[in-house]
């Protein structure tokens, strides 16, 4: 009987992750495929952002009890600042992303934003505090505006022109005969990888979360179309706190911090000049990149 209400349930689970207004994790964490493991605690009072700071204070995490991936990991992100993870593949920097929206607890050590431990206070108060821009978006088959709007529940007409420009999508959209009501998707417009990145970034700016998580993980854009985009997430970026969990070491090299992850330990952290000298790990990866980056014929950096 159980096998026949596991659909339901599925559904249910789908329903509400959507409500939550977190389809932009689903894109990021395939939430679908994860059993959401972590409640409130009865009571729990809501994360108040003054000074959006992220603290990761001795963090033990592993998926399974047998294998550890973050060993005691520890590191602050100040209020304001844009702070840059980067890293082997699989040294655990997108695990710090799921942690960080507690999709799971730590096993030890505790994160906290603006002060509180995240494990305390309700789920909707941090996932509102927190706002994702994938590089990779998926956008709802409908119109531009709904898929701008939904950013937060309540949004309006003003909110979501605002957002647009604010992304640096408000002259193409202005130049569409219908405008915000321009149809999207599959039977709609087809947008390009940069404009609909630009949609994301605007639904992310309605949101206006104190606290932004960049992930650039499967990037399709070209490099002209990158760097636009780049510059307007620097703009976006301003008066917030982020943190970019980057594979490509060109896009983050301005970053105020750096830290670079390996095998679950900080193994470094500085700005990318003090990285450089350390003539360590992060030196190693910018080395190779740069020569890939001129084998590909692209400007190195
Ligand atoms: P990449 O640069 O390749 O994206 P990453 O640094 O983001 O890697 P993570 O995705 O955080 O690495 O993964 C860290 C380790 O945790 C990897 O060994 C991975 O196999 C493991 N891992 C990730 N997700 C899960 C999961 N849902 N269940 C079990 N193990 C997982």
Known sequence: LTQLFRPLDML??????????????????RLIDTDVEVADKPGAPAL???????????????????????????????AGSRVAIVGPSGAGKSTIGRLLFRFYDPL?????????????????????????????SVLFNDTIGYNIAYGREGATPDDVAAAARG???????ARLPQGLNTEVGERGLKLSGGEKQRVAIARTLVKNPPILLFDEATSALDTRTEQDILGTLRDVATNRTTLSIAHRLSTIADSDTIL??????????GSHADLLRRAGLYAEMWARQAAESEELGEAAE
Do not use: C, K
């Open 167 to 173: 992304a640096a999508i408000g002259d193409f959209i």
């Open 48 to 78: 108040v952002v003054r000074r959006p700071s992220l603290t990761f204070d001795n963090v033990v995490f592993g998926y399974d009890p047998d294998r550890t991936i973050l060993h005691g990991l520890s590191f602050e992100v100040p």
């Open 12 to 29: 249910g689970m789908v329903y509400r992750t959507i409500r939550q207004g977190l389809i932009d994790m689903a894109e990021m964490f």
């Open 260 to 269: 670079v992850i390996d095998q679950g330990r900080l193994a470094e952290q």
């Open 108 to 136: 030890s050590g505790r994160i906290l934003i603006d002060g509180q431990d995240i494990a305390t206070v309700t789920q909707a108060s941090l996932r509102a505090a927190i706002g994702i821009v994938p590089q990779d």
